[in-house]
């Protein structure tokens, strides 16, 4: 078994690792930038160093934290979500250095990475991909003459891209002529790769994806689905598990297609693969070889702890469960609470954390690294808690919902937290019909009022008066 894992990530999934190791009884190293040195997963890890003065260096050098992993006698490297985690570099050096990297091979990483890649490994396994250019485009004529054989709209999309960026729609020449360098400087800058490819759009489809865990004796399985169709720019802001908008057939279909998918790259440890579904058509989209950030709430219906499961795996363990074994109840919803404020165009909003006090009660659970008086350093992403609700039905999930995130204070900073009651209190969302069009559609539910509570009055008077006291 494992016995030390070097974390090589920050904010709550930092913390959210060092939690997994608390309870196996493995002892976890946290890393931070000088900006992190007040941050919880450097507090709450047994062990702690810093990576100097960049904010970023230190977190993107595979270098530097393998040698610090083997420094201080890690026998393992959790990569977490973003940063390096889908980085084949760092699971080689890893491999390397005899540290064992917790996720897939790097060329499994490397294939999947690469999304005209992860399609010709499914077209060949027989996963239905939505129609697309075989390999990358080499120019903008070869974009223009395989737009036209695909069919407008089509979607251009960074070969190595992720986290919603470097994605465009467009529904014509025209747009196409203009998006294409676009893309391409896009892809460069953030994901150092300049290879492009299209897909057909599929025109208001639901975002489904399929969390997978294989171990190393060939045993691979689903833990059902999550529904992430509440998305803006191709980003997503709820996430909902099981969906609420699939039949027990489609749910058995897209579980199965997932296995097959995992299988036939020879998968190993946790894993999501992506579909879009329009109707009662399933397109593979693509597969991320990490933990997602929105595996919490597969864990909430499934109750298996994925974490754990990934850090099992990694030490040679059989999965702790079997197919046949795995069951969902009730309904569980996150929401991502990002530090940004919706009513000037989701602008991040960074700074202290003058107020936080956690939702609690029943089905109520937070990821999240801030706390009363943290500083919210603007380098990263603007993401800063994940709040996570379960209930036995979708119309208590939706209750419990709304009346956890009205539980919520986090003052300092604006945040998603009233746009997202109000999209809570949408008809259409609580029929639980929505497809990743939903926000666009909906642009009037960033018309709320900002009512200060009595709560937040208070809290003005008090800074006030603490200002002008000096203290
Ligand atoms: P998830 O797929 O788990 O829902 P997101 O797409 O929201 O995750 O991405 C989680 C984090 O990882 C974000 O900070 C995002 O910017 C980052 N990220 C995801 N993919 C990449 C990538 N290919 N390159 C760089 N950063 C990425
Ligand atoms: P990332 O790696 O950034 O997560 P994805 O390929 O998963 O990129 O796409 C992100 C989102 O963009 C999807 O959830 C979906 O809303 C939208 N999208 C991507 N491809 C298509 C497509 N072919 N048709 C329609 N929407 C798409
Ligand atoms: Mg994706």
Redesign the pocket.
């Known amino acids: 078994m494992i016995k030390k894992i070097l974390i090589a990530n920050r904010g709550e999934i930092a913390v959210r690792i060092v939690r997994a190791c608390a309870e196996l009884g493995i002892r976890s190293v946290a890393v931070y930038s000088e900006a992190d040195r007040h941050a919880l997963h450097v507090k709450r890890a047994d062990e702690a160093y810093t990576l100097g003065a960049d904010p970023l260096a230190g977190y993107l050098s595979p270098q530097r934290l393998v040698s610090l992993a083997v420094e201080t006698g890690c026998d393992a490297l959790h990569p977490g979500y973003g940063f390096l985690s889908e980085n084949p570099l760092l699971a080689d050096l890893c491999d390397q250095h005899g540290i064992k990297f917790i996720g897939p091979s790097a060329e499994v990483i490397r294939r999947m990475g690469d999304?005209t890649e992860a399609r010709r490994s499914m077209i060949a396994a027989g996963v239905p991909c939505?129609p697309g250019t075989e390999g990358n485009l080499a120019d903008l004529a070869e974009a223009i003459s395989e737009a036209e054989r695909i069919g407008y709209p089509i979607?251009l999309?960074a070969t190595s891209?992720?986290?919603?960026?470097g994605?465009r729609r467009c529904n014509s020449r025209e747009e196409l002529e203009q998006a294409y360098p676009r893309v391409i400087s896009e892809a460069t800058k953030a994901f150092g790769s300049a290879e492009v490819f299209l897909?057909?759009?599929?025109v208001n489809?639901k975002?489904i994806e399929a969390q997978i865990l294989a171990d190393s004796f060939g045993n691979t399985v689903h833990l059902y689905e999550r529904d992430?169709s509440i998305?803006r720019r191709?980003q997503k802001l709820i996430e909902i598990a099981p969906s609420p908008q699939l039949t027990p057939e489609q749910r058995a279909y897209i579980g199965e297609l997932s296995v097959r998918a995992a299988k036939a790259v020879g998968y190993e440890n946790a894993g999501t693969v992506?579909f879009?579904l329009t109707g009662d058509e399933v397109y593979f989209?693509?597969m991320n070889t990490r933990v997602q950030v929105e595996h919490t709430i597969t864990e909430e219906i499934t109750g298996i702890d994925i974490v754990r499961e990934q850090i099992r795996i990694a030490s040679g363990l059989p999965l702790s469960v079997k197919q046949d074994d795995i069951r969902h109840q009730g309904f569980a919803l996150q929401f991502r609470i990002n530090a940004e404020d919706p009513k000037n165009n989701f602008f991040p909003s960074f700074g202290k954390i003058t107020r936080y006090y956690a939702p609690g009660g029943p089905g109520v659970r937070t990821d999240t690294a801030i706390y009363t008086g943290y500083v919210i350093p603007p380098h990263y992403d603007s993401m800063c808690l994940k709040l996570i609700v379960w209930a036995m039905t979708w119309e208590e999930a939706l209750a419990r919902g709304l009346r956890a995130l009205d539980d919520m204070r986090l003052h300092g900073v604006k945040t998603t937290t009233a746009y997202y009651q109000e999209i809570l209190r949408n008809p259409e969302f609580r029929t639980g019909e929505f497809n990743?069009s939903f926000v666009e559609n909906h642009p009037e539910l960033l018309e709320y009022s900002e009512k200060r509570s009595p709560d937040q009055l208070a809290l003005a008077i008090a800074t006030a008066i603490a200002a002008y006291a000096g203290l």
């Open positions: 999304k939505t979607m999309k891209g992720g986290g919603g960026r994605i897909e057909k759009c599929i489809p975002h992430c998305q191709n992506e879009l989209m693509e990743t």
